[in-house]
């Protein structure tokens, strides 16, 4: 399998999965557990990076369902433990629907006890919800900084739903003691497996006639609808996608990290996922992977080493990156290797304007 | 007698409280290659933006050989036959050459034959035949936006050609072109319209004196005449709008 890259790309994808592979063996459970977190953010940045970096729309309302698909996992192994652990639960009943006056789980949330069922009812219901969200927004031709806001509105609205029915959501608090699968080797790889099958088939999607449309979109979308392209449609496909790519990440994430609270599906998240994929180069899909693991390493490493003052640092080197490469670490690095190859080629290498991205109003 | 590809009948365009297209009636034959003129403001650029399904028409009809289309999307307008070319060359500015053709090429349009899609070797030759029409064979693995101001024109020319339409719109093509690259292109324009329909909005007379031999002149939202370059030159109310006093032959 060439995973669809160019070959002299490709020893270092197989190297990069590997040593992510032997990691745990050198690295002890809590670099393990901690680095199973970061690829449910990457995978997270990566299905951002599908909807900003290559098609242009800006959404802040990406948490949304990373959150969602979360939420439904926590819930269901809440449920589950409640039932099965009388020593901690004696009533059998999550303990936020006890103290919000609950005496048994509502009829409807029943089915989702079984994990089997809610897993993929949350992917579902995530993909659910972004296509009648896109259809929404891309129909009604809502585009650039609008999408943005709506997209916000869209994080906060859910936000604020969990923090209310915390009879069902667990509030402000979140969910918490429903046992996890961190120090799990096997769940570490479970996520690592799932991260590079998303890696794969973001790149089929992207290299893609449809990923050349997207991109076509992404530089002018007025254009491709006179080439008769249906662009609403792109987009609600490509949403509804990344959509459910993150409510995989997000229940991965809540079944590893052992509890989830409103900051896994609020604003907060969605725009960290922005400056991730920002910082590793929107656009091109490893940036995704480097951007996340490096912010969230710093941002690590540092607050161990620095109490108070690693947010600081962190700030600094985004503003680093974005000040001196505006395409990101990896757009940065491809575009001198592409600069590199022309002249090699010997051809004069043409004036570079900083890539644009997502434009607030299409051109023309 | 030739029938015609696009009739447009009382067509009155409202924006804003402004009447931009005023009762206009315009009918362009099979195969013609006909040149609009006007000065600023008189609707030209509109009248195409109607016609592609930008904006829907305020009351009137448009027919597409005798199928109207006036108001339907601009995809199911595309899909009946009709390309436009935009003034301000609009090309995919981080794509390669051949990726813009790509996106112009005819066919695949929905989301799901397009994830299928793969461009065979039938495609590439046919997109590499229209690059080497365009002079841009050469740059086809080069990002757009490495392209000069008549270069990326072309670029768009070509895609719209790509598209392969029965009525190919062109709004000021010449728009920011030298001297040497408007020759180009009014060759260019002229081999077109040897297999389909072209209409071209154009200000530079010199250059509508070397393609047209049909010109609509449109002014304050009407057509005020048309005719041949002569007629046209000739009419006493054209040189009046067109400028001021001065006469349309000298307003280049």
Redesign the interface.
């Given at each position: 399998m060439s995973l669809g890259l160019p070959r002299r790309y490709l020893a270092l994808a197989v190297l990069v999965i590997g040593v992510l592979f032997v990691f745990p063996f050198y690295a002890g459970d809590f670099r393990m557990n901690q680095l199973g977190l970061f690829l449910c953010f990457v995978m997270f940045a990566l299905s951002l990076d599908l909807i900003w970096g290559f098609t242009g729309i800006l959404s802040l309302g990406n948490a949304v369902y990373f959150g969602g698909g979360a939420y439904f996992v926590a819930l269901s192994l809440k449920l589950k433990y409640a039932a099965t652990n009388p020593a901690r639960y004696g009533s059998g009943i999550p303990d936020f629907m006890e103290w919000n006056g609950l005496t048994a789980v509502p009829v409807w949330m029943r089915p989702l006890e079984n994990i089997w069922f809610a897993a993929p009812a949350g992917i579902l219901a995530m993909g659910l919800l972004a296509f009648v969200f896109g259809f929404i927004t891309f129909k009604r031709h809502i585009y650039g900084v609008y999408c943005a806001v709506i997209t916000l509105a869209e994080s906060l609205i859910f936000e604020e739903l969990i923090i209310e029915k915390q009879a069902y959501t667990g509030g402000f608090n979140g969910i918490t003691d429903y046992g996890s699968y961190s120090s799990n080797i096997n769940f570490y790889w479970v996520i690592l497996a799932v991260t590079v099958v998303f890696f794969w088939l973001a790149r089929r999607i992207t290299t893609s006639h449809f990923g050349m449309i997207l991109q076509s979109i992404r530089e002018n979308e007025l254009r491709s609808e006179f080439f008769g392209f249906e662009v609403a449609n792109y987009k609600i496909f490509v949403f509804t996608v990344a959509a459910m790519m993150s409510a995989v990440a997000g229940g991965l994430y809540a079944a590893l990290n052992g509890i989830i609270s409103h900051q896994e599906i609020g604003p907060l998240l969605s725009v960290e996922g922005v400056i991730w994929v920002a910082v590793g180069g929107r656009g091109t899909l490893i940036g995704a992977f480097v951007g996340t693991i490096l912010i969230k390493g710093a941002e690590s490493l540092l607050s161990e080493q620095f109490a108070w003052m690693w947010g600081l640092l962190v700030g600094l080197i985004f503003i680093l990156v974005i000040v001196l490469m505006p395409d990101g670490i990896v757009g940065t690095l491809l575009r001198r290797a592409r600069r590199r190859r022309a002249l090699a080629a010997g051809r004069a290498p043409a004036y570079e304007p900083r890539a644009t991205g997502a434009e607030d109003t299409p051109t023309a | 007698m030739a029938s015609n590809i696009l009739e447009i009948r009382d067509l009155v365009n409202v924006a804003s409280g402004h009447t931009i297209i005023d009762h206009l009636g315009l009918e362009i034959e099979e195969g013609e290659l006909r040149v609009l003129v006007g000065p600023n403001g008189a609707g030209k650029t509109t009248l195409i933006d109607v016609i592609?399904g930008?904006f829907k028409p305020t009351s009137g009809q448009i027919m597409f050989r005798g199928r109207s289309i006036g108001g339907r999307?601009?995809?199911e307008i595309?899909?009946a036959g009709i390309?436009?070319k935009?003034?301000?060359p609009?090309?995919?500015?981080?794509?390669t050459v051949f990726?813009?053709m790509?996106?112009?090429l005819r066919g695949?349009?929905?989301?799901f034959s397009?994830?299928?899609?793969?461009?065979t070797s039938k495609a590439a030759a046919q997109i590499e035949e229209v690059l080497a029409r365009i002079n841009l064979l050469a740059r086809a693995g080069?990002?757009a936006?490495?392209l000069s101001h008549g270069e990326k024109q072309w670029l768009e020319i070509g895609?719209v050609l790509a598209?392969d339409p029965q009525l190919f719109l062109l709004d000021e093509p010449t728009t920011g072109m030298t001297r040497d690259e408007t020759t180009k292109t009014a060759e260019l324009i002229r081999d077109i319209a040897r297999r389909r329909t072209v209409m071209v909005v154009e200000h530079d007379m010199s250059f509508v004196r070397r393609i047209a031999h049909k010109i609509t002149v449109m002014h304050q939202g009407k057509k005020l005449t048309e005719g041949s370059v002569r007629e046209v030159e000739n009419h006493p109310r054209v040189a009046e709008v067109y400028l001021g006093r001065q006469k349309i032959s000298e307003a280049t």
């Open positions: - | 592609t930008r999307p601009r995809h595309y899909a390309s436009r935009f003034q301000v609009t090309v995919y500015d981080n794509l990726e813009n790509s996106v112009g695949h349009r929905k989301v397009s994830l299928t899609y793969r461009i080069d990002e936006h490495t895609m598209s």
